[in-house]
């Protein structure tokens, strides 16, 4: 008899696919045996690269198909005869050791001179824990990493779930994250935004572009060195600084992993490592210029879920945020419509991958048990947020990808007087049952020159000349209304967590634009102008003001401890909107000039008595216009309750004390 297969049992449209699941099921069940102890397993970055030993250090490499291997360095002058590596077994590992004597030290640099079918380069070793790049020459070269003394840890990590604190993600980018041009570091990072995260009510910090990477405008996604945090913002011990800082202000910090995809580039990366093509990759991605890795080669997997041990013990990171699923689940790489269940089981899902995220998220747990996996995934594939016991993958929480793209698409296609609130509901509520969703209602990647964000939409030039408080904008009064009313509702409905990109949550007016050719190479739009909401002349301080409070509201209200959001009304005349969570009502009114008083709607069961302002999208404070008296209570009567509903306002009641 065949054991239950929850994810199916619960969901009938799944069940043609029960023996789709099953061997998915079974697939990770052997791998996982295969493996043995997976602690010991995942522990590649202990044996391979350049370790401190008695007497002098030892370096180790994996290159199967290599002629020969030669450790190169500040220490030997380069000389690609002093230090070869020799053949270690069968399997293709290479070891050297080096004594004291030869000058191998901390903080200098090297490469290893790698002779195969290709020819004869200079490679950074794989696992290299340090790459530094040469101010003149723009070369990038290993550096050994291994300070005498240790970091000394003082903070222990939080615990969000044993605190019953909600997932509110802040993402963030160090580099870009001073107001000043230039690249900002880990200790500026962690003295000065840090504690803004904190205090605007976020429990989470997710930190994108750690891993090193060669070209700084990839936002941190073409990875170069894997085991090697970016050396353009500090030293590793500052970066562990960082999240020690982050830890005694009782932030988790997640890190925005890349095993999706790697850098083409043979100087800085993987490719062609041993001299021919196949070692780590399988092939080209063919829209990110870059290469794909092989998850079916075990070497390949030991590397990455290696990789997801290192920065779980290294740096006490508390989970990941894993890049580019979608592009791993399938030998498409998401370029499909996912209009139909067959598209997840199918011939083009990569079972190798699938087998591998599951994997990794068991390494994750095994390191820390309270690790928070993230799938930047839009394909909707069933189970990503399921046990593998339940025929899932083993995630925690998927992004809700969609919501975004509606947010844009609504804002650039449709007048306000044509917003569709059955659309936006349809959106929000759209979720797998019983997988948790990221909700977030702007990506990065919408920040980037060439698109733009909410606030950007909404407001567009008339930011520049009609953000102060002494102005009178009516493009300003309705961004700013909106703005506030598209994050709230987004977090209310649209999942189990949510997730805001730095300077988004008070509507940062510029766009992104790394330092690149077509801009003279400028740090101008590459950084965070805090000042702005600094100042309280300005209205983008009202909308960090509401930020805050409705994170404070999530954050004190159970608000993604119990079920979806449940649909107390939807009145498309009027464009209103109104729901029930977490013991909170919200009443939301889009309409651009249709003030209703007395407007009655039920408020569902288990709900009596009079109902207080919780949140007001409109009060003064928030920048809005102040036609709620937050001191009026409004009585429920035979499970309805009668409220006076302003234009573009958003009201979150809760039953009075």
Not at 173 to 194: I, P, R
Not at 329 to 350: I, N, P, Q, S
Request: with cysteine; aromatic share 12%; glycine share 12%.
């Amino acid at each position: 008899m065949s054991l239950p297969l929850p994810i199916v049992d619960e969901d009938p449209w799944l069940e043609p696919y029960r023996d789709a699941v099953a061997r998915r099921r079974e697939r990770y069940g052997a791998a996982l045996a295969s493996l043995g102890d997976l602690r010991r397993y995942a522990s590649a970055h202990q044996h391979y690269g350049i370790h401190r030993v008695d007497g002098g250090w030892v370096y180790r490499e994996w290159a199967p198909r290599a002629g020969s291997l030669a450790l190169v360095g500040d220490f030997n002058g380069w000389d690609r005869a002093a230090h070869p590596l020799g053949r270690v077994g069968d399997d293709g590992d290479w070891e050297v050791f080096v004594p004291d004597a030869a000058g191998l030290a901390h903080g200098g640099r090297v490469k290893v001179h790698v002779v195969g079918a290709n020819g004869a380069h200079d490679r950074i070793p794989a696992y290299i824990r340090r790459a530094v790049q040469d101010p003149e020459s723009k070369d990038f070269c290993g550096q050994v990493w291994q300070p005498e003394q240790s970091y000394a840890w003082r903070e222990a990590a939080p615990d969000l779930a044993a605190d019953r604190r909600p997932l509110l993600i802040y993402e963030a980018h160090v580099g870009m994250s001073g107001e000043a041009g230039g690249v900002a570091s880990y200790q500026d990072f962690a003295d000065k935004v840090l504690p803004r995260i904190a205090a605007g009510g976020y429990t989470a910090v997710q930190l994108m572009a750690v891993a090193e990477h060669p070209y700084y405008g990839s936002f941190g996604y073409h990875v170069a060195n894997f085991f090697a945090p970016s050396s353009r913002c500090g030293t590793p011990e500052e970066l562990k600084a960082l999240v020690d800082r982050a830890h005694g202000l009782g932030l988790a910090v997640l890190m925005d992993v890349v095993h999706s995809h790697s850098v083409k580039n043979r100087a800085e990366g993987l490719a062609e490592f041993d001299g021919q093509p196949g070692l780590y990759f399988k092939g080209e991605h063919p829209q990110w210029d870059s290469m794909l890795f092989d998850y079916a080669r075990p070497g390949v997997r030991r590397f990455l879920l290696s990789n997801v041990a290192y920065w779980l013990e290294e740096f006490r990171f508390d989970g990941f945020r894993f890049d580019g699923v979608t592009s791993m689940l399938y030998h498409h790489h998401g370029d499909t419509a996912f209009d139909h269940y067959d598209k997840y089981f199918g011939r083009e899902v990569d079972d190798d991958a699938v087998t591998y995220l599951q994997l990794a998220c068991a390494v994750a747990r095994s390191v820390r048990p309270g690790a928070v996996t993230v799938a930047e995934d839009f394909s909707g594939m069933p189970g990503m947020c399921r046990a593998p016991d339940d025929g899932g993958l083993g995630l925690d929480y998927r992004l809700g990808m969609g919501v975004p793209d509606a947010w844009i698409k609504l804002l650039k296609h449709r007048r306000d007087e044509d917003w569709d609130v059955g659309g936006i509901w349809g959106e929000l509520a759209n979720r797998r049952a019983g997988e948790r969703t990221v909700a977030y209602c702007e990506s990065h990647d919408q920040a980037l020159v060439g698109d733009k964000t909410i606030a950007f939409w909404l407001m567009d030039a008339e930011m520049y000349t009609g953000m102060s408080k002494a102005d009178a904008s009516p493009v300003i009064d309705r961004g700013v209304a909106l703005h506030k009313m598209i994050r709230l509702v987004t977090l209310a409905a649209g999942g189990e967590a949510y997730l805001n990109f730095m300077g988004n949550e008070f509507g940062h007016p510029e766009w992104v634009d790394f330092p690149r050719e077509g801009n003279g190479w400028s740090y101008h739009y590459a950084r965070r102008q805090w000042s702005l909401a600094d100042n309280p002349e300005l209205r983008y301080a009202d909308l960090l003001a509401f930020d805050k409070a409705m994170l404070e509201l999530a954050g004190g209200s159970d608000l993604f401890a119990g079920d979806p959001a449940e649909l107390l009304n939807l009145d498309q005349e009027n464009h209103c909107l109104m729901f029930r969570r977490g013991g909170l009502v919200f009443a939301f009114n889009f309409h651009p000039e249709r003030s209703i008083p007395g407007y009655r709607f039920g408020v569902g069961r288990g709900i009596s008595g009079d109902l207080e302002v919780a949140l007001d999208s409109d009060a003064r404070e928030f920048g809005g216009f102040g036609r709620i008296d937050s001191e009026v209570r409004f009585p429920t009567v035979g499970g309805q309750v009668s409220i006076y509903l302003p234009s573009r306002v958003a009201l979150v009641l809760r039953v009075a004390v």
